[in-house]
């Protein structure tokens, strides 16, 4: 399969030969598979020409392998706090690309879903003070068990933002995510409608992630981190 492809033990690190033309036969398939956003396009259209041109150059060559693994990396990483969140990779998707418009950086996104999961559990082992929290929500928080953390996030989310005052707003979001409820107070105001709507921008960009998509990017990781060892060597 495609995976296998790659990460055959035909590529032997020390043969940076082999090694280039593995990078630019599939990098076409790559980026065909896995959708990527317009910035990322461009940015990596750049690593491809550096793959190119910069055959039999070594710094060329291995910047653009550091450049190409740079973004394999960071997608990486996504897939893994997804994971470790317990989000469907493309619902975390849309909450990141939700973040974005809104001016959230990522780890504070990540630090608030977090500190929410955490209440969530306190809540229902019998926290009066969390119970009372999520009761001023008009969410009884055995509506919030048993579901995923995006759609609880989305029902908080919801809940924060039609709430007209300013200073209860901020209290509440405060007592659910914790101070870094300020950071996401943007998210918080989009309610679900926000998240829709970067779900609908995901969707019309083509930018789902498949299962085939997922295997690609695993072993493009994987190909990465050995085209690193081969240049350490």
């Excluded at 995976?3 to 076409?28: F, K, M, P, Q, R």
């Excluded at 608030?112 to 928080?141: C, H, V, W, Y």
């Excluded at 083509?206 to 190909?223: C, I, M, N, V, Y």
């Amino acid at each position: 399969d495609w995976s296998s492809d790659v990460c055959s033990s035909d590529l032997h690190l020390a043969n940076i030969g082999d090694l280039t033309a593995t990078l630019s036969l599939n990098y076409e398939e790559f980026v065909e598979g896995l959708k990527l956003s317009e910035h990322e396009m461009e940015h990596l259209g750049e690593v491809a020409t550096e793959i190119g041109t910069g055959l039999g150059l070594a710094f060329g060559l291995e910047r653009a392998i550091e450049g190409l693994h740079a973004h394999i990396e960071a997608m990486e990483q996504m897939v893994h706090t997804a994971s470790k969140l317990d989000i469907e990779i493309n619902a975390f998707r849309a909450l990141q690309h939700e973040a974005a418009l809104a001016g959230v950086a990522a780890e504070s996104l990540d630090t608030a879903l977090g500190k929410m999961e955490r209440n969530i559990g306190e809540a229902a082992a019998g926290s009066k003070e969390l119970k009372d929290t999520f009761g001023q929500l008009g969410i009884p928080i055995a509506e919030l068990i048993g579901k995923k953390p995006d759609q609880q996030f989305l029902m908080i989310a919801d809940a924060i933002s039609h709430i007209e005052d300013a200073n209860k707003r901020a209290d509440l979001a405060q007592k659910v995510f914790g101070r870094g409820a300020i950071e996401i107070m943007n998210m918080l105001r989009g309610g679900r409608a926000a998240y829709e709507q970067a779900q609908a921008d995901i969707e019309r960009l083509g930018g789902k992630f498949s299962e085939l998509d997922l295997e690609k990017l695993h072993a493009w990781h994987r190909l990465g981190t050995e085209a690193g060892l081969a240049w350490s060597v």
